[in-house]
Structure formats: structure tokens, C-alpha cells
């Protein structure tokens, strides 16, 4: 699968799949990396050491902050993947040397939660 590449960098890991926009500033718990709104599909579950799959980003622009704070606190993704690149997840990421790549709806809507996965986020593929 290829991708459009925003930030670079490469990893492998299993997917965390939400089918909901991610408010990083209130619906994540920096220290802990785990999704504390209650409304949200991933309530409950950590974002650590996963590769975050999700359409993108809504709220504040702090979110950017959160989002550095997760990598300081050793509990963030493992690289992002989204549907698009809003500029709090991209300025975060950017930030914190998360791999981000944006994929197009057909291919996000296969991709599977729990799969295992190798991102390129330099020649920009997903296998």
C-alpha cells in the first residue's frame, strides 16, 4: 500500500484502529498513554508502542504538546496513519519523531486492528 509521507521514519508494530478523530489535548492521558474519553471507540486502551491508525486530529492545537509529551513519557505511538494530516498531528509528530503517513479511505478502511505491520514512511509504503 502506498502513502503519502508527512513525516519520516520507519517501524513495525501492530495497528490500533479508530474509526473516530483522536482529541489529543482531552481525550489522552500523556503520562500514561491510555484513551480517557469515554466517548471514544479506543476508551480505555493505550496508544503506547502501537501504530495509531485514525482519520485525524480535532481540538486544540495544544494537542501538539500532548502529543510530545507521550514520546517524553515513552508512551506514544509508535508512528500515526491517517486519513488526513490535520496540523496539530502533524506539528506533533513533526516535533517528536513519530512517523505520520496518510493513506487514502479504501485503504484505511482495510486496514485491520491488531495487524502487524512494517511503515515506510521514507519510500512510503505500508506492507
Partial sequence: MNVQVIVKGKTKGAL??????????GGIDKKTGLVRD???????????????????????SVGAYTIYSLKYNKRAPLAMICLKADITTASGCAISNIPLVVVPKRDYESLKDGSKVSLDAIKGNIL
Avoid: M, Q, T, W
Avoid at 16 to 25: D, E, G, Q
Fill in 38 to 60: 469515554e466517548n471514544h471507540d479506543l476508551f480505555g486502551k493505550s496508544i503506547a508502542n502501537k501504530i495509531l491508525v485514525f482519520p485525524f486530529g480535532v481540538g486544540s
Fill in 16 to 25: 490500533l484502529v479508530s474509526r473516530n478523530p483522536i482529541n489529543f489535548l
